[in-house]
Nanobody
Framework: QVQLVESGGGLVQPGGSLRLSCAAS????????VSWYRQAPGKERELVAA????????NYADSVKGRFTISRDNAKNTAALQMTSLNAEDTAVYYC??????????????WGQGTQVTVSS
């Protein structure tokens, strides 16, 4: 059974930090690129950060560059999003996504259930 389980969300004050984790099971995690998305109330889901299968390349949304760091540990089938200097605009549900292409070129995409991050004083 394919699973992506996020954890680490919560309430944090402006300027604070949080570390989100994503635990994968039921598929070969090391074959999948990993991304973190977020969706704030009334807004579309947006890409926050992405990392390639070996972690050699990362990309970030402009709004989080210099504040967020995405990482992965293929040996442990986990990924993480370290978030610093959080502000109210970072409040959202954060989702972990794993994506790959199968042997026929078809896109495979798995999502976690999401974890709430609320930045408020």
């Amino acid at each position: 059974q394919v699973q992506l389980v996020e954890s680490g969300g919560g309430l944090v004050q402006p300027g604070g930090s949080l570390r989100l984790s994503c635990a994968a099971s039921g598929f070969t995690f090391s074959n999948y690129a990993v991304s973190w998305y977020r969706q704030a109330p009334g807004k579309e889901r947006e890409l926050v950060a992405a990392i390639t299968i070996f972690g050699s390349s990362t990309n970030y949304a402009d709004s989080v560059k210099g504040r967020f760091t995405i990482s992965r540990d293929n040996a442990k089938n986990t990924a993480a999003l370290q978030m610093t200097s959080l502000n109210a605009e970072d409040t959202a549900v954060y989702y972990c996504n794993a994506q790959a292409r199968d042997a026929f070129g078809r896109r495979l995409s798995y999502w976690g259930q999401g974890t709430q991050v609320t930045v408020s004083s």
